[in-house]
């Protein structure tokens, strides 16, 4: 069968237009492809930082103003629910643990595992530590300030003669002496594998705690 020169172009178009359809859903296709890896790529880079995103916030350490003194309240509420009272050799113990127990969850938290201010950068044992005697600082002083201010009252009603100077300045000594006490019985604890429980313990001379019992000055 012949076949005339028109037909012979008209089917060469033909060839060339579905190679050109063949062609162009070919470039589709491999457009197609290019967008899908690049957003799979994009989804993949997402979740990995959404998980290390995720990983920090859950490794961000807040550190909190009131942590020694709410750690501090919970010990002598409970000295207070099996006892009714305590009085101020309560507080000095109760405020040792405290420090004692917080310190060793820093040394729990940081043993195996990174740790991170809010801002975003490390936060260290040593960050920590130091935040922590900066609130046993802070409560030593504050109880002094109480016993101080609950002594004026006392005096101008009439009730003391006058204000225990001397035995409210050893306050500070005796609260660094429970610090180290309950530091030494966290470690000897750790050494046996016992538990921070609070002493019976009475550091300086116990005419202080009668004087400081008799302000009502226990916080």
């Not at 296709?29 to 799979?40: E, F, G, S």
């Not at 490794?59 to 909190?64: E, G, L, R, Y």
């Not at 006058?162 to 660094?176: G, H, R």
Request: glycine content about 6%.
């Amino acid at each position: 069968m012949e076949i005339g020169a028109s037909e012979y172009a008209m089917h060469l178009r033909n060839g060339m237009k579905a190679d050109s359809v063949y062609l162009e859903s070919q470039r589709c296709q491999n457009t197609n492809q290019k967008v899908l890896n690049r957003d799979t790529l994009e989804i993949s880079h997402l979740a990995n930082n959404r998980e290390k995103i995720m990983e920090k916030i859950k490794h961000t350490a807040m550190q909190s103003a009131t942590s020694f003194s709410d750690m501090r309240a919970g010990i002598l509420k409970e000295v207070r629910e099996k006892r009714g009272q305590y009085g101020y050799s309560d507080v000095v113990n109760a405020c040792g643990l405290s420090y004692a127990k917080l310190y060793s969850e820093i040394e729990e938290r940081h043993e195996n595992e990174r740790y991170y201010h809010a801002d975003g950068t490390l936060l260290t044992k040593e960050d920590e530590i130091e935040w922590l005697d900066m609130q046993y600082d802070q409560e030593v002083a504050w109880q002094k300030s109480c016993a101080r201010i609950a002594a004026q009252g006392q005096a101008f009603q009439g009730n003391i003669s006058e204000i225990p100077t001397k035995e409210i300045e050893e306050l500070e000594n005796i609260f660094y002496q429970a610090k180290d006490a309950y530091r030494k019985m966290y470690r000897e604890s750790g050494q046996v594998g016992g538990q921070l429980v609070l002493q019976n313990f009475v550091f300086g001379n116990s005419r202080i705690y009668e004087a400081l019992d008799s302000l009502g000055s226990m916080a």
